[in-house]
Nanobody
Framework: QVQLVESGGGLVQAGDSLRLSCAAS????????MAWFRQAPGKEREFVAA???????????TYSDPVNGRFTISRDNGKNTLYLEMNSLTFEDTAVYYC???????????????????????WGQGTQVTVSS
């Protein structure tokens, strides 16, 4: 049974930074594409960032336009943990942030989009990030 547990959320001021963590259990994350999504109040869940595994030790990051240049996704395979470093936070970043993982340990094919939440099977419970303006 795969479990993903997010942590690191909180209340911060605009311009501050936060680092979210997603600890995985039940399997190693080394050979799986993983991502972060978020859901703001009254809005649909949206893609934030993904780390696509393409085989071996090669991972490619993808970011949504609103966070590109401010957020950094990374992983520590030894700790079986995915991270999201968030800098220059704004009020618009306020949301519940979710960690997600695909089910297959095959390298990500070039066709499917990593931004599609339907591609992810396992989800964490979410961690709240609130940015005061």
């Amino acid at each position: 049974q795969v479990q993903l547990v997010e942590s690191g959320g909180g209340l911060v001021q605009a311009g501050d930074s936060l680092r979210l963590s997603c600890a995985a259990s039940g399997r190693t994350i080394r050979t799986y594409t993983m991502a972060w999504f978020r859901q703001a109040p009254g809005k649909e869940r949206e893609f934030v960032a993904a780390l696509r595994w393409s085989g071996g030790n090669t991972y490619y990051p993808t970011y949504s336009d609103p966070v590109n240049g401010r957020f950094t996704i990374s992983r520590d395979n030894g700790k079986n943990t995915l991270y999201l470093e968030m800098n220059s936070l704004t009020f618009e970043d306020t949301a519940v942030y979710y960690c997600a993982s695909v089910a297959s340990d095959s390298p990500w094919a070039t066709g499917p989009s990593v931004t599609d939440e339907n591609k992810y099977t396992y989800w964490g419970q979410g961690t709240q990030v609130t940015v005061s303006s």
